[in-house]
């Protein structure tokens, strides 16, 4: 008999046909409109698995959700899982932590080099006619190569980020994180550095780590006091992370230089934040893993995750491992 999965997430023909082979499929389509909602609400009673990606999966809809065994996430990020929950439920949760690292860190690098070099400001400013003549220092950018970057939150994305700086800009890394990390203080020669004292020393303030009860409004007015007028603000990570207003404050008050920014405390970015309004923010829209070849592979990996464990196997990524084996 196959097991009803329940998909808020299109997939590509082929992992939908590989799904289809083993397990009956409902598609909701946009599941954060109204009917979309209420199309995972009806579906959700069946639903012994479920795949997809960036909807907050509250208790409510749990609730609804008797059979469910398996969340299948195409996300590196959990934060918008009730993981406690689905663990107390026996629920496993599963994401996509490996397929995304680089692509993401290339994120993170384009917007330090958009935002050192002003290239989103100065393309406009080219695309507007606005090119008359020579350009001079009103119109200078800052050097990246050799600078200092400090990446908060050392795990796979920061790493793919220092090994981008070491190696390819001549950059000084440093970093905070839970612990020091031997192995990356030896491959990159970077440096561990308390929070204060990194965003006193860094040149580019990199974050690239996940948001939990922990990280919710680590960098808040305080910290941004502490950075330079030269400093570079990059987050990559989760809006949650920054407390939003503080940053527009820094903006304002020129207590940054610059902010380069992929991810927002409401997604997506409303079109009158004030965020849009400085020519020194870069803002793009969640798309730090938004590559076709990326995207496919993160779905490819969560349709394994979810066949494994309808079929009784352990996952590959679990994220909450209490559940395995399954009562
Ligand atoms: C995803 C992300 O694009 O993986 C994550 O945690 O934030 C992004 O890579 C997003 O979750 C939608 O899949």
Redesign the pocket.
């Known amino acids: 008999m196959k097991k009803h999965v329940v998909l808020y997430k299109t997939l590509s023909a082929p992992l939908m046909a590989r799904l289809e082979a083993v397990a009956q499929v409902t598609v909701v389509e946009n599941p954060k409109s109204q009917d979309g909602l209420a199309h995972l609400r009806d579906a959700l009673p069946e639903a012994e698995g479920l795949l997809g990606?960036?909807l907050t999966l509250d208790a409510d809809l749990l609730s609804l959700a008797p059979r469910l065994q398996v969340v299948s996430s195409?996300?590196?990020?959990v934060d918008n899982y009730p993981i406690d929950e689905l663990t107390r439920r026996g629920i496993l949760l599963t994401n996509?932590p490996d397929v995304?690292t680089e692509t993401?860190a290339d994120t993170g690098f384009a917007l330090i080099m958009a935002t050192a070099r002003r290239v989103v400001e100065l393309a406009d400013w080219v695309r507007d006619g606005q090119w008359k003549q020579n350009i001079g220092p009103a119109h200078f950018g800052t050097d990246v190569h050799g600078k200092t970057l400090g990446i908060i939150g050392m795990g796979r994305i920061g790493e793919a980020l220092a090994q981008r700086g070491h190696f390819g800009f001549g950059m000084r890394v440093i970093y905070h994180s839970h612990s020091q990390k031997p192995a990356v203080d030896a491959r990159f020669g970077a440096e561990y550095r308390n929070l204060d004292a990194l965003l006193q020393e860094a040149d580019f303030v990199c974050l690239t780590l996940p948001l939990t009860a922990q990280t919710q409004g680590l960098i808040g007015a305080e910290q941004f006091a502490r950075m330079r007028p030269e400093t570079i603000f990059i987050n990559i990570a989760r809006g949650k992370v920054v407390d939003e207003q503080a940053m527009i404050e820094a903006l304002r008050s020129g207590q940054i230089r610059a902010a380069g920014l992929d991810v927002f405390t409401q997604e997506p970015l409303p079109a009158d934040s004030p965020l849009l309004t400085f020519d020194n923010v870069v803002a793009t829209p969640?798309m730090?893993?938004?590559t076709h070849e990326t995207r496919e592979a993160?779905a490819a990996c969560a349709v394994d995750n979810l066949i494994s464990a309808l079929n009784g196997q352990r996952p590959k990524d679990l994220v909450n491992p209490e559940t395995w084996p399954r009562g």
Do not use: C, P
């Open positions: 990606a960036s195409v996300s590196v990020g996509t995304l993401t969640h730090g893993s938004a993160m």
